[in-house]
């Protein structure tokens, strides 16, 4: 089965500008999350959607960052406006329904740098 | 929020050689897993540790949850230039998320 999928894998982007990431999750899967690594940060959870509701947002920054899952396939996280301190590598994790983290599968994320 | 402390960031040992990478945390987690990363690649599960003073082991990889179930660790026998890379500690925090510690960067020369 395909995997988790994300892209772009990377990103340039000057301070300001507007980038979407997306995800696809494996087929089938309800459960979808977003962490990010920020530089010399530890991987850090920032929401989780079970199919196209959003369950925990908690770990979400700030206003600026805007994520969606519309008919409950793939996802998208927005960065309007994005920010210096932004920059850092996004993964998009699924699971099954029941699983949680012990059918956790990660993508191999999207680099963003923002310049 | 829990925090996951592991140690140490960086190993760098001789092929042949054993090791040992801690992960520790003054909470308690209901379960703990580990992962390896590769470079551009995302975190992939290596065990999950659900019981305290559990020990799973994955061929020369042993890891061990606490008996309080507020750490864990990771022992590799005879260390391969295979096993280099990123090796990541997470606490399973609620149902759903994780808790991740900075990880150890682990290098065996050969």
């Known amino acids: 089965e395909a995997g988790v999928t994300q892209f772009p894998s990377h990103s340039v982007i000057e301070k300001g500008q507007t980038v979407t990431l997306r995800c696809d999750p494996i087929s089938g899967h309800d459960n979808l999350y977003w962490y990010r690594r920020v530089m010399g940060k530890e991987i850090k959870f920032l929401l989780h959607?079970?199919?196209?509701?959003?369950?925990?947002e908690s770990g979400m920054p700030n206003n600026r960052f805007l994520a969606e899952r519309t008919g409950g396939t793939y996802s998208t996280l927005k960065v309007q406006p994005a920010e210096l301190e932004d920059s850092g590598v996004y993964f998009c994790?699924?699971?099954?329904?029941?699983?949680?983290?012990?059918?956790?599968?990660f993508g191999s994320g999207t680099r963003l740098t923002v310049v | 929020t829990q925090l996951l402390e592991q140690s140490p960031q960086f190993l760098s040992i001789q092929e042949g050689e054993n090791l040992t990478v801690y992960c520790n945390s003054s909470s308690v987690f209901s379960s703990l897993q580990w992962y390896r990363q590769e470079p551009g690649e995302g975190p992939v599960l290596l065990v999950t540790?659900?019981?305290?003073?559990e020990v799973k082991k994955l061929k020369r990889l042993t890891f061990q949850f606490g008996d309080a179930r507020k750490d864990s660790s990771l022992h590799i026998t005879a260390a391969q230039p295979g096993d280099t890379g990123l090796y990541l500690c997470a606490g399973v925090q609620g149902a759903q998320k994780l808790v991740f510690g900075q990880g150890t960067r682990l290098t065996i020369n050969p």
């Open positions: 540790v659900v019981t305290g003073g």
């Open positions: 994790a699924s699971s099954q329904a029941g699983t949680g983290p012990l059918g956790y599968t």
């Open positions: 959607f079970v199919k196209e509701s959003k369950q925990d």
